[in-house]
T-cell receptor, first 111, second 113 residues
Framework: LAKTTQPISMDSYEGQEVNITCSHN???????ITWYQQFPSQGPRFIIQ???TKVTNEVASLFIPADRKSSTLSLPRVSLSDTAVYYC????????????FGSGTRLSIRP | GAVVSQHPSWVICKSGTSVKIECRSL??????MFWYRQFPKQSLMLMAT?????????EQGVEKDKFLINHASLTLSTLTVTSAHPEDSSFYIC?????????FGPGTRLTVT
């Protein structure tokens, strides 16, 4: 299972774009990169998943370089409600694959 | 709507008693479910993999006789914390893999007094 490294915490302001980078040097060929968001006392919520290059959905973009050893979650125009912990996870995502959480990044958004 | 539910959402019990937490997959059948524990300000820690029709697989350091897991059907897995102690107080979360994505339950807050 690929280990991930993220910044422990980040601060930003409302309306700004926030980029959280995750390092996963030992990513395997069959591994996908998935980001989750967690609010206090709630289960993690899926944000975005990708394998290579760039993926975009209604809430975020995920940038993955060619070597796939890192990835960047981009949150456009953040608001106070984006204050949460963000986890970068790497794995095969088959039904039997267990997921190991890293430390996550605690994002704080200020007015 | 919610894909995975947990019951109860919170529970308080006395030291020495046992507590059962349910995890249900609402619209999908799941042969595998995962159980996590999360202490305040910490990340989720995988406890065990629940397998329908067979024994659960526990992570290193997790006592299988203390945390009993029963995957009774394709939509239900239960975690029983036996002889609970205050150090077992935590946030317990289950997840269900569906079509390549992990769906997490809302969590159960356990407080042991």
């Amino acid at each position: 299972l690929a280990k991930t490294t993220q910044p422990i915490s980040m601060d930003s302001y409302e309306g700004q774009e926030v980029n959280i980078t995750c390092s996963h040097n030992n990513i395997a060929t069959n591994d996908y990169i998935t980001w989750y968001q967690q609010f206090p006392s709630q289960g993690p919520r899926f944000i975005i998943q990708g394998y290579k290059t760039k993926v975009t959905n209604e809430v975020a973009s995920l940038f993955i370089p060619a070597d796939r050893k890192s990835s960047t979650l981009s949150l456009p125009r953040v608001s106070l409600s984006d204050t949460a912990v963000y986890y970068c996870l790497v794995g095969e995502w088959s039904s039997a694959s267990k997921i190991i959480f890293g430390s996550g990044t605690r994002l704080s958004i200020r007015p | 709507g919610a894909v995975v539910s947990q019951h109860p959402s919170w529970v308080i019990c006395k030291s020495g008693t046992s507590v059962k937490i349910e995890c249900r997959s609402l619209d999908f059948q799941a042969t595998t479910m995962f159980w996590y524990r999360q202490f305040p300000k910490q990340s989720l820690m995988l406890m065990a993999t629940s397998n329908e029709g067979s024994k659960a697989t526990y992570e290193q350091g997790v006592e299988k006789d203390k945390f009993l897991i029963n995957h009774a059907s394709l939509t239900l897995s239960t975690l029983t914390v036996t002889s609970a102690h205050p150090e077992d107080s935590s946030f317990y979360i289950c997840s269900v893999p569906i079509s390549g994505e992990q769906y997490f339950g809302p969590g159960t807050r356990l407080t042991v007094t």
